[in-house]
Every structure is written in structure tokens, then in C-alpha cells.
């Protein structure tokens, strides 16, 4: 049986992953937990989640829409979308780097 490495962690940049999440199309909050548990095997609690998104709001990366049924979606803006590309490229260089290095062990 191949090692378990459940206890390494999982990825935690709540605002990326709200924002990859996002990237999608518009989502209300338990749509995103749900996408976000499912793509990266993360598990966000609510109160997480709707603090990430105030900031996320504050820093006019997200927008929300209005209500549906009692639940509000939110949607990415162009800024959203450009510090979700620049997330992204920070994380592949750290891909890369980890990748060249283990190569070398």
C-alpha cells in the first residue's frame, strides 16, 4: 500500500481558491465550497469562506450579485481575474523550483 500523505495539508490560499473557483462562472457561497472541496480536496468553513469574500469585495476582485432564492452570488472582476493570473504564475514557479530541486535528490 502506497504511503498516505493526508497529514501534509491541504492548499490553504482561501482567496485563490475563491477566486480559481470563480473563474468558472458566478457562484453563491456553498456552490463555491462545494467546487473548491472538489478541485483541490479542501474543505472551507463557512466563516472562512464569507471572510475571504468581504476581502476579497474590499479589494473590488469580486462582486456580488443579487440575491437568488436567498443565496447571493458572486462574480470575479477584471482585477480578480488579474491577481488569479498572478497567483497562478506565482504558484507554477514554485512548481518548477520544487520540481528542479527534487530532481536533484
Same mark, same amino acid.
Given at each position: #500500500?502506497?504511503?498516505?500523505?493526508?497529514? =501534509?495539508?491541504? +492548499?490553504?490560499?482561501?482567496?485563490?481558491?475563491?477566486?480559481?473557483? =470563480?473563474?468558472?462562472?458566478?457562484?453563491?457561497?456553498?456552490? #463555491?465550497?462545494?467546487?473548491?472541496?472538489? +478541485?483541490?480536496?479542501?474543505?472551507?468553513?463557512?466563516?472562512?469562506?464569507?471572510?475571504?469574500?468581504? *476581502?476579497?469585495?474590499?479589494?473590488?476582485?469580486?462582486?456580488?450579485?443579487? #440575491?437568488?432564492?436567498?443565496? *447571493?452570488?458572486?462574480?470575479?472582476?477584471?482585477?480578480? #481575474?488579474?491577481?488569479?493570473?498572478?497567483?497562478?504564475?506565482? =504558484?507554477?514557479?514554485?512548481?518548477?523550483?520544487?520540481?528542479? *530541486?527534487?530532481?536533484?535528490?
Amino acid at each position: #500500500m502506497p504511503p498516505s500523505f493526508d497529514d =501534509l495539508g491541504r +492548499f490553504s490560499d482561501v482567496a485563490l481558491l475563491i477566486l480559481l473557483s =470563480l473563474a468558472q462562472g458566478p457562484k453563491h457561497g456553498y456552490a #463555491m465550497i462545494e467546487d473548491i472541496q472538489t +478541485f483541490s480536496g479542501t474543505l472551507l468553513e463557512p466563516g472562512t469562506l464569507y471572510g475571504a469574500l468581504l *476581502r476579497l469585495e474590499q479589494r473590488g476582485w469580486i462582486l456580488p450579485q443579487p #440575491m437568488e432564492e436567498r443565496r *447571493r452570488p458572486y462574480t470575479i472582476t477584471p482585477n480578480g #481575474m488579474a491577481a488569479l493570473h498572478a497567483g497562478l504564475a506565482t =504558484l507554477s514557479r514554485i512548481v518548477s523550483v520544487g520540481a528542479a *530541486r527534487v530532481a536533484l535528490t
